[in-house]
């Protein structure tokens, strides 16, 4: 392999990680954001909201892997705010801390859907 190459994969890389560690913060800010905005919907701490946007980020990533489909609920259809609605409140049973009842879940996810919209950068993992 030639040094330009390796050059390229070494900058795809570091830009990949960027990516992921960039969807993550903006993953917790939207979710902060929700969860002030969304009347039944708690995250006790900064650490549990840290955990909590891994845990959304790597969900939505794995569905958007094995089924093509991407949880987001705002300009994907009702797919897409299904998904959002489940994805925000399955997260409560692996995060200690994040609860959320099924109403607060449906108006989060309109919510999230909103503020994931106008938080600039590229949304995608």
């Known amino acids: 392999m ?3 190459q390796l050059n390229v994969q070494e900058k795809n890389g570091s830009s990949t990680l960027g990516q ?6 903006t993953s917790a800010v939207v979710l902060a954001i929700t969860a002030f905005f969304t009347p039944g919907f708690s995250i006790n701490n900064i650490w549990t909201l840290a955990i909590a946007a891994i845990v959304l980020t790597a969900m939505d990533y794995l569905i958007t892997k094995f089924t093509g489909l991407h949880a987001s ?4 259809g009702f797919v897409g705010f299904v998904l959002a609605v489940a994805t925000l409140y399955i997260t409560q049973f692996f995060v200690a801390g994040y609860t959320i ?6 108006v989060g996810a309109l919510i999230y859907g909103v503020v994931d919209y106008f938080i600039p950068g590229n949304q995608s993992v």
């Open 20 to 25: 992921i560690v960039w969807r993550l913060v």
């Open 73 to 76: 609920s705002f300009g994907r």
């Open 2 to 4: 030639s040094d330009g």
């Open 101 to 106: 009842s099924w109403v607060a879940a449906i």
